[in-house]
């Protein structure tokens, strides 16, 4: 049976059928190039937007640039179009091949047609070849006197255009005081308006290198230049009367009278529809008024309706952005916007970031007078079903309750968001309400009645479950169940993934042990068991730290742990005055909208960790980590002198070294001793013993595991000294450490319930330790030494074995291990 016959894809001008697709067009174009028939310009058309749609899916059309540039030859404009098109994308990759352009591109500037001349002039400039520069010149000449305003304007962007490409070439030919003469006195307002932009960037860049290009910027900044544009202001079109705005406000008026003439000029521009306009034209106000305080406060009062207006009007991104300088303007002012507070209520329709900026706004405006209207309307989010928006709601209500000192109808308000039986809604409360308890302690007996009757269980988030252990600590005197809900949780430690609750949970502990100690002790002894075996450092730390202070002396325990504490008055603004000033200053820019300044996103040092190169993806990375590895070499020596050797044998041998190889450090036994004891103080819990009786691993009786004190080990072996030159491969330091005979070992022994408090659940990667299920590990490590604990249970009995690790002597050994499991426990 024959297989079924594919279907036939028929050829679209988008995907090309095959390789040859672009030889055929080439060919095509080739036979078109030279021919007059009717119809042709049709069949180029058809061909050229064939072209042009491969460039726009990135296949390489480069091949049939001749072909493009010979069917150039016609007065179809859109023809040229396309074929400017073309040329401008291949001709900066192909600089040779832009040599062809020359001679159509400066015919058709000398075109008829104004509209062709000034697309071949833009074309022309838009090459970028510095080997093409000398081929400018004259086109710009001649289109800066063109009798076409868009002659001139597109001749205006070119200079600036060729001064990037070669800048001596730009200012040899004399641009810029063409420029300025044609900027001055050309009656067509977009020609004025590019000659500005060019020249604001060409003097810019100049002015650090010649005074006369400084000087020519300052004028640009002169009194009859600046009135110049602005009574001229109304001809230019939007974007040109941003710019023009823009260097108004740099301009520094003579006295006040002149401040007012130029406002009272701009005055009409605060009505404009376009909100770039209002902006431009609300930031040159600010800047002029910033040493006139009484003025300045009426510029807000005069500028509010426009802002009001423009939010209210337009997308949901104009009225972010609007918003976000609106935003601004309320930080700094509040009480000016504070009776059109309604204006900020967020409507059903909005997207979320419209709305929290609007409860931003709300919380910054509300004073004596509005707080209830607007605590009552954010109270009507809290129960929406967008589960963000309720959570900002609710912290709106809380920043409000901070900032206000009548706070009675807001905290009645917060404890009946506890009654909503909604988990996010109670979340948040939770946290609102331990910081309302920081700065209002009075409220502590009103809020804990209702705090008292939530269940732990039913709170998850990590945040909320802190601020309610907070809670249970700080007023365990005023809950009667705070120590029995501290116990269940501590009970449920290991299933507690979050630090920030563990760390919360040690304090609470504490706090309650220090004012209600019969009812904690046991809760406390087990809190700080499983803080020391805690894998986040800061847990461990924290709970080392609580018992040497209960250890030490209760009372200055409680000093650290439970001072007498001030209610907080202010709570720290997460900006800083300078940075709100900076974003002040760049008003009407992207700075406002990020809400920080500009150099936090363009600076690459505040971009991130990571620093990216010019070529996308290439990722710079610090070799300075792959210059120290040292490799590890295999070498034959003397088994005597590899490992054990006296300090002559050492001075002997030394300077015989490979010294390439890896170089172990000099290790005193004196000084495993030493460390071996401050291990033993480090996770040693009991009472000091006496002088001649050392520290053990045994844990106090504080903790209630009724361990006993271990007695005193046998004499530590005379102190030997390892060689520095030492290399080895591990299989042979395997083979040669079985040999050595065993010099000391010790036998402790304690109950289950304390081994369980140093030793932590985990898989051991030794095939060894393997064949020992189910096997339990502890470590312990610093800088030159690591410690392994292996434990494992046979029935009624468990098992330990010790394996050292020497970071620095053998880094590639897999395992130094004791092969003896001794007998613990029976």
Not at 201 to 218: D, F, H, M, P, V
Not at 505 to 532: D, N, S, V
Not at 641 to 668: F, I, Q
Request: hydrophobic share 40%.
């Amino acid at each position: 049976m024959a297989p079924p016959a594919q279907s036939q894809k028929s050829a679209s001008p988008s995907q090309p059928s095959g390789k040859g697709e672009v030889s055929d067009v080439k060919m095509q174009l080739r036979q078109l190039a030279g021919s007059r028939s009717p119809g042709t310009d049709d069949a180029k058309r058809e061909l050229f937007k064939k072209v042009i749609s491969y460039m726009t899916i990135g296949i390489d059309v480069s091949s049939v640039f001749s072909e493009m540039v010979m069917c150039s030859a016609t007065s179809d404009i859109v023809l040229k179009k396309m074929c400017y098109l073309y040329v401008g994308n291949y001709a900066k990759y192909n600089p040779d091949l832009a040599l062809l352009t020359i001679n159509f591109l400066q015919r058709d500037c000398k075109d008829e047609d104004p509209m062709i001349r000034g697309l071949a002039l833009r074309s022309l400039c838009s090459l970028r070849v510095a080997n093409l520069v000398e081929y400018l010149v004259g086109p710009l000449g001649t289109g800066l006197k063109d009798g076409n305003s868009y002659v001139r304007m597109v001749a205006a962007i070119g200079v600036l255009k060729l001064y990037h490409i070669s800048a001596s070439t730009c200012m040899d030919a004399d641009f810029p005081a063409m420029l300025k003469h044609l900027m001055l006195n050309d009656k067509d307002a977009q020609v004025v308006a590019n000659c500005l932009t060019s020249l604001q960037e060409i003097w810019g860049l100049e002015a650090s290198t010649s005074e006369e290009a400084a000087r020519e910027r300052e004028t640009l900044l002169s009194k009859p230049v600046i009135y110049y544009f602005l009574n001229r202001i109304k001809e230019f079109s939007e974007w040109a009367q941003c710019i023009v705005l823009d260097l108004v406000a740099k301009y520094v008026p003579s006295d006040s009278n002149e401040i007012f003439d130029v406002m009272n000029l701009l005055e009409d521009r605060l009505q404009h529809a376009n909100g770039a306009v209002v902006l431009a034209t609300i930031k040159m106000f600010l800047q002029l008024t910033l040493s006139m305080t009484d003025v300045h406060q009426q510029v807000y009062e005069r500028i509010k309706a426009p802002l009001l207006t423009l939010v209210s009007s337009g997308s949901p991104e104009q009225s972010y952005a609007v918003l976000s300088h609106l935003h601004l303007l309320v930080m700094r002012a509040p009480f000016i916007f504070s009776s059109d507070y309604k204006h900020f209520y967020c409507q059903y329709n909005e997207p979320f970031y419209v709305k929290k900026l609007k409860l931003e706004m709300l919380t910054a405006v509300a004073n004596e007078s509005n707080t209830y209207d607007i605590v009552t309307e954010l109270c009507e989010y809290a129960a929406n079903v967008d589960i963000p928006m309720a959570r900002e709601s609710i912290r709106a209500v809380g920043k409000i309750a901070l900032q206000q000192y009548d706070v009675n109808a807001i905290v009645d308000r917060l404890l009946q968001f506890l009654e909503m039986e909604k988990e996010h809604v109670t979340a948040e409360t939770l946290v609102l309400v331990k910081d309302l308890l920081r700065k209002y302690p009075q409220w502590s007996h009103d809020c804990i009645a209702v705090v008292g009757n939530i269940s732990s269980k039913n709170v998850q988030e990590p945040k909320a479950k802190a601020a309610l252990i907070w809670m249970l600590g700080e007023y365990a005197q005023d809950m009667q169940d705070a120590p029995y809900i501290l116990e269940s949780l501590i009970e449920n430690w290991d299933e507690e993934h979050s630090a920030e609750v563990r760390l919360h949970l040690l304090t609470a502990i504490m706090k309650c042990f220090l004012r209600r100690p019969p009812e904690t002790q046991k809760a406390l002894g087990a809190a700080l068991a499983a803080g020391l075996a805690d894998f986040h450092q800061d847990v461990h730390d924290r709970a080392l730290f609580y018992y040497r202070l209960l250890k030490y002396n209760v009372t200055v325990a409680e000093r650290v742990v439970d001072p007498p504490k001030q209610a907080v008055s202010v709570f720290a603004d997460t900006q800083s005055s300078e940075i709100k000033d900076r974003i002040f200053d760049e008003f009407n820019s992207l700075s406002v909208v990020y809400q920080k300044p500009s150099y936090m996103f363009t600076d690459k040092e505040h971009r991130g960790p990571f620093e990216f190169s010019e070529e996308l993806g290439n990722l710079s990375i610090d070799t300075e980590l792959a210059d120290n590895v040292v490799p590890a070499q295999r070498v034959e020596a003397n088994d005597k002198d590899l490992l054990l050797s006296t300090s002559e044998k050492e001075d002997n041998h030394g300077a015989s070294n490979n010294s390439s190889a890896y170089n172990a450090p000099s290790y005193d036994g004196s000084r495993m001793v030493a460390a071996s004891q401050a291990q033993q103080d480090l996770v040693s819990l009991d009472q000091p013993p006496p002088a001649d009786v050392p520290a053990s691993l045994a844990i106090d009786d504080l903790l209630g595991l009724g361990l006993p004190v271990a007695p005193s080990p046998a004499p530590s072996p005379p102190a030997l000294k390892l060689n520095a030159k030492a290399v080895l491969d591990p299989n042979s330091f395997q083979q040669k450490w079985r040999q050595l005979p065993l010099a000391a070992s010790q036998e402790i022994s304690m109950n289950p319930q304390g081994v369980s408090c140093i030793v932590k659940s985990s898989g051991s990667s030794s095939a060894y330790a393997r064949s020992f299920h189910p096997l339990h590990c502890f470590r312990w490590s610093s800088p030159e030494l690591q410690v392994l604990f292996l434990r494992t249970k046979r029935g009624r009995a468990f098992y330990l074995s010790c394996g050292l690790y020497f970071n620095r002597l053998c880094p590639n050994l897999v395992c130094l291990r004791d092969q003896s499991w001794k007998k613990m426990i029976e």
